[in-house]
């Protein structure tokens, strides 16, 4: 399997839609979104898994921009039992999590802006489950279960959401800035896109190493997680076209789960299919039902052998949807509760362990005993996180410089680090 | 082309009150076409001699500011058989950057137009050639986006030089620089360091106008865990320029863009300056003039004239913006009780605020008189010539400004 056009026959663009770049026809104005997908709102379909490829040099001259092709949902999704089973435990760890964190914060256990995940499991799971420990993962502000599905336990990521200083960040981060140097997650990231150049600049890295430093090992891939909302911001287009440019080991990931806060996608998004931003800066764009880890996994992993190889970035776009508001924080009231229950119709979880007993890869037995399993870790981190300390005052101006000579030479004429109250974080800087 | 003449700015005031010079007959005005500018690659050596050097190389035609500085015990820098060997400031830095990428091959350069063209103010010229188009990465024009690249790099084991093409760029970077640059060493819990050097060329030019002409200071120095220089010289230049390529905290070095052209004998050795330190240019007993950047050079056109004057002023280039060296500022307080700012930064927030603020706090007890402190006008910087050099501040304002400190 492949993303290249030559693999896949050329068939006409299977949506009824006026593409701009076909100049010979005039622009259509009166194109009316809803008349794409009268039975969902969501624009692409979710019961097609459409897969597109950019073009290649070769046959620029094509008069279609995008070759593109309808895939049978059924064509290669085998997992293994243990496969299967680790999937559904990490989304199981995903959804446990999450809930265990409104909980937390509606009893004042943990504060600021939380943004839960829930619903959009098939994500994380369907790509991070796949990579290396070598690998990079960049995140948002939605990042808690990014870190998980990365490896990061479950006490390091609920302790630093509790504010404790055994958090991954020493309590230091919060909720929307999860870092694990160990599992080489560069972060979550609170504002829109700006994760994007750094996940870049990861992957420049992994380029430079090979190619400048010639380490012939050095073949990690970066993943890029962002949502819809994202996708109108600079970064996103700025980043497609160094990545593309340079071949950089990358995928970019749109978890599209049509809102952005309270902004509609097909509000803000003057092309709502995200997919086809890819062709246009010369990689791959795919697309692909979020709500189904096993077609993501497919994706994922075509994506991520790619760019492996060597042969530059993809972008995919996983048409997701989240289970709760923005943040705990947000009322939730612009979503059509029609829309939401169509969703809800749609949970991964469910699905997976539909798929799971259907296929006797796994017993209803078996899945509850995961799911005892989880509810134990995570009562677990609750208690640890808990019992953990707070931070000290000493911690207060650790971590501000890597060298604390940065923060200078005090009148006395040493370097103010030196001062013996520097560390007991009372020394006034 | 017109960077090439930038270095003119400094000794070439076009005001007629009070100018620094003995004599009339090298100076050149400013309102000189460039046409006649064309004539020549000027040079300015950083104790503010001023040289003229013909393209042709046929005749080298030196022209020398006779005690344009008053600097105790200055030594003259003009005899070839001294050690050491002379060079541009832009080409200082240059060395230091070549001599930290030949050192370690994780240190590497990005930015507009770096790689092949060899940098806006050829700081980079050449090092594409010689180290391969990976290290010396010519960037889409995307600062925003190439910017985080470098804190991407840098937090995944590389060393990354980013240049902005003009310092005003990087406002276009701005979040990268202060949300990722700035914190994620902290946020992370410490996890991650992000040894980037951020630098390229800023402050007031030759009518560059407003976008062109930004003192930018003032913007990154509230942003925590950045550290910040100025250079001056081109030993300086080279010194800082290493040393912040070293350091493990994210610096953003400034250079100036009249200060390209400066000329000075460095040494041959390898040599590392500190990040934290403040230079004394000139020891003295009346008062303490604290400057940085290109004012360092109207602060000496000034001290010659206080000099002529009877004054004894103390110049200090304090060279790291953030943070300041308080000892040195202290100790120069403590000797001279009176304290004169001098700095092209904004009036409002700016690095001579900070300073303000600073010395009060610490050495309150020893001002005999209140801080004064001249920054450059609140305004856009203007495009005509003479609004523009209103703007900034003139050697006889700073002349004035001693006179009624001393008084």
Not at chain 1, 401 to 429: L, M, N, Q, W
Not at chain 2, 101 to 130: F, N
């Amino acid at each position: 399997m492949s993303f290249t056009a030559t693999k896949f026959a050329t068939s006409p663009l299977p949506l009824n839609f006026t593409t701009p770049r076909s100049n010979d026809k005039p622009l259509s104005f009166s194109f009316d979104h809803s008349r794409l997908n009268p039975s969902s709102s969501f624009l692409g379909s979710t019961r097609k898994l459409l897969r597109f490829s950019a073009p290649t040099r070769a046959s620029s001259s094509s008069s279609s921009p995008v070759a593109a092709v309808l895939l049978q949902p059924t064509s290669n999704l085998l997992i293994t039992k243990e496969e299967g089973l680790e999937l559904y435990e990490d989304m199981i760890l995903g959804r446990f999590f999450e809930d265990k964190c409104a909980e937390m914060y509606y009893r004042g256990k943990m504060f600021g802006f939380v943004h839960l995940y829930n619903g959009q499991e098939a994500v994380s799971t369907g790509f991070i489950k796949l990579l290396k420990k070598e690998d990079y993962v960049v995140s948002t502000y939605r990042d808690h279960v990014h870190a998980l599905s990365k490896g990061v336990s479950s006490r390091a990521v609920m302790s630093e959401l509790f504010g404790k200083a055994t958090g991954c960040c020493r309590g230091q981060g919060g909720s929307m800035h999860m870092f694990s140097r160990e599992h080489n997650l560069l972060g979550g990231f609170a504002f829109i896109g700006e994760g994007i150049p750094v996940a870049t600049g990861a992957a420049f890295s992994s380029k430079y190493r090979r190619e400048v430093l010639n380490e012939a090992d050095a073949d990690q891939v970066t993943l890029a997680f962002f949502g819809d909302g994202t996708c109108n911001n600079g970064q996103f287009y700025e980043c497609l076209n160094m990545a593309a440019l340079w071949k950089l080991p990358i995928v970019f990931v749109v978890e599209n789960n049509l809102w952005a806060i309270g902004m509609s996608h097909i509000r803000a998004t003057s092309d709502p299919q995200i997919w086809k931003k890819g062709p246009a800066f010369g990689m791959p764009g795919v697309h692909v039902d979020g709500m189904d880890v096993l077609k993501v996994r497919e994706v994922a992993k075509e994506a991520i052998e790619r760019a492996r190889r060597g042969e530059g970035p993809t972008l995919v776009e996983c048409e997701t949807y989240r289970f709760r508001g923005h943040s705990l924080a947000d009322p939730d009231e612009l979503r059509d509760p029609a829309e939401k229950e169509h969703y809800a119709g749609r949970d991964p979880i469910t699905a997976l362990k539909k798929h799971l007993i259907e296929n006797n890869l796994g017993s209803e037995q078996e899945l509850k005993a995961i799911e005892k399993k989880i509810d134990e870790i995570l009562e677990d981190a609750v208690e640890f996180a808990d019992k953990s300390p707070l931070p000290p005052r000493s911690q207060l101006l650790e971590n501000v410089f890597a060298d604390s000579k940065g923060f200078g030479i005090g009148p006395d004429g040493r370097y103010r680090c030196e001062d013996p109250k520097f560390t007991e974080g009372t020394a006034h800087v | 082309m017109a960077t090439l003449f930038q270095g003119l700015g400094i000794v070439t005031p076009s005001f007629s009150s009070s100018n620094s010079f003995d004599s009339n007959n090298f100076l050149i005005p400013s309102r000189r076409s460039l046409s006649e500018r064309r004539d020549g690659i000027f040079v300015v050596r950083s104790d503010a001699r001023v040289s003229q050097t013909l393209k042709t190389g046929a005749r080298k035609h030196e022209l020398l500011v006779p005690n344009a500085v008053a600097t105790k015990g200055g030594s003259s820098v003009a005899s070839t058989s001294k050690p050491g060997h002379e060079l541009l400031l832009f080409e200082a830095l240059r060395e230091g950057l070549e001599e930290e990428m030949e050192r370690d091959p994780c240190v590497c350069v990005m930015g507009e137009d770096v790689g092949h063209y060899g940098g806006s103010y050829k700081v980079t010229k050449g090092l594409a050639t010689k180290f391969g188009d990976l290290r010396v990465l010519d960037t889409p024009i995307a600062e925003n986006a190439f910017t985080g690249m470098g804190i991407g790099a840098a937090m995944t084991g590389l060393r990354p030089v980013v240049e902005g093409m003009n310092m005003g760029f990087l406002l276009l970077a701005f979040n990268q620089i202060s949300n990722n640059c700035g914190m994620l060493h902290y946020t992370s819990g410490g996890q991650f360091k992000i040894p980037i050097v951020i630098r390229g060329p800023g402050g007031v030019g030759r009518q560059l106008g407003a976008e062109h002409s930004q003192r930018l200071e003032s913007y990154f120095q509230s942003i925590p865990g950045i550290q910040m220089v100025a250079c001056s010289t081109p030993y300086n230049a080279k010194g800082l320029m290493k040393a912040a390529i070293r350091s493990e905290n994210p610096v953003i070095l400034f250079e100036h863009v009249l200060l390209y052209n400066l000329k000075e004998r460095i040494p041959d050795e390898e040599y590392v300056l500190s990040l934290e330190e403040a230079e004394m240019v000139r020891p003295g007993e009346h008062v303490t003039i604290l400057t940085y950047s290109r004012m360092r050079y109207h602060v000496m056109q000034a001290a010659k004239t206080l000099v002529n004057k009877g004054y004894d002023p103390e110049v200090i280039d304090i060279r790291s913006l953030k943070p300041f060296d308080l000892y040195t500022i202290g100790n120069s307080v403590k000797k001279t009780h009176r304290v004169l700012i001098v700095e092209e930064c904004m009036r409002t927030g700016g690095i001579g605020a900070s300073l303000t603020a600073a010395i009060t706090e610490n050495f309150h007890d020893y001002l005999d008189a209140p801080i004064v402190c001249l920054s450059s006008q609140d305004v856009p910087t203007p495009y005509a010539g003479t609004l523009e050099e209103w703007t900034v501040v003139q050697p006889a304002q700073i002349v004035t400004a001693v006179e009624q400190l001393c008084q």
